[in-house]
């Protein structure tokens, strides 16, 4: 065997085996994983509720596709199968955002609206004034203000949430 196939074979093996997302959105697939669990070490594979007390597992899904419903209490789930749910919601997601965003966008702006739409959900966004300005071509500076409008959890500013969405912001302008 070539040594650069060795290489690729070596590298998707320990990729398989520490269960890192090998996809083309690796860079979303972090920023995720950074605000839903911070450390990848801190997944949670039992069910839990959020700050609006949505039930939630792995990486902050709420939907269980094994079970092939909504998360609930006393829900467990594997390592691989939290990145499963992980990469299903992106290709979610970007499907989505492919199908609502009438405008060329870049890649970071994609990312970003993965990340957000992630946390929000899909009908929040498909409702939101940041996609009806996005779509009718306003500014980026204009529609990335639009994130900060989406920081509150039960009616309250959220600290973890202001962080996200300034993060999202920035990455939406670069």
Do not use: C, H
């Not at 070539?2 to 590298?11: F, Q, R």
């Not at 609006?52 to 691989?80: C, H, L, M």
């Not at 199968?81 to 966008?105: D, H, Q, R, S």
């Not at 739409?117 to 500076?141: D, H, M, P, R």
Request: glycine letters at 6%; hydrophobic letters at 40%.
């Amino acid at each position: 065997m070539k040594a650069a196939y060795k290489t690729i074979l070596i590298i998707g093996i320990i990729g398989l085996l520490s269960m890192t997302p090998l996809n083309s959105n690796a860079a979303v697939s972090s920023l995720i994983i950074d605000f839903e669990v911070g450390d990848p070490s801190n997944l949670k594979l039992e069910a839990y509720p959020d700050t609006n007390n949505f039930w939630q597992i792995g990486f902050g899904s709420t939907w269980n596709y094994t079970q092939k419903r909504y998360v609930k209490p006393g829900d467990k789930i594997t390592e691989a199968e939290a990145y499963t749910f992980l990469n299903t919601e992106i290709a979610e997601k970007t499907a989505l955002i492919n199908k609502m965003v009438k405008v060329p966008i870049t890649k970071n702006m994609k990312d970003s609206l993965i990340s957000l739409v992630y946390n929000i959900g899909s009908t929040a966004f498909k409702n939101s004034t940041l996609l009806k300005l996005l779509n009718q071509g306003e500014s980026k500076k204009v529609v990335a203000d639009q994130f900060l409008r989406w920081v509150y959890a039960d009616g309250v500013k959220n600290q973890g949430l202001i962080n996200r969405r300034n993060r999202e912001k920035t990455i939406f302008l670069t």
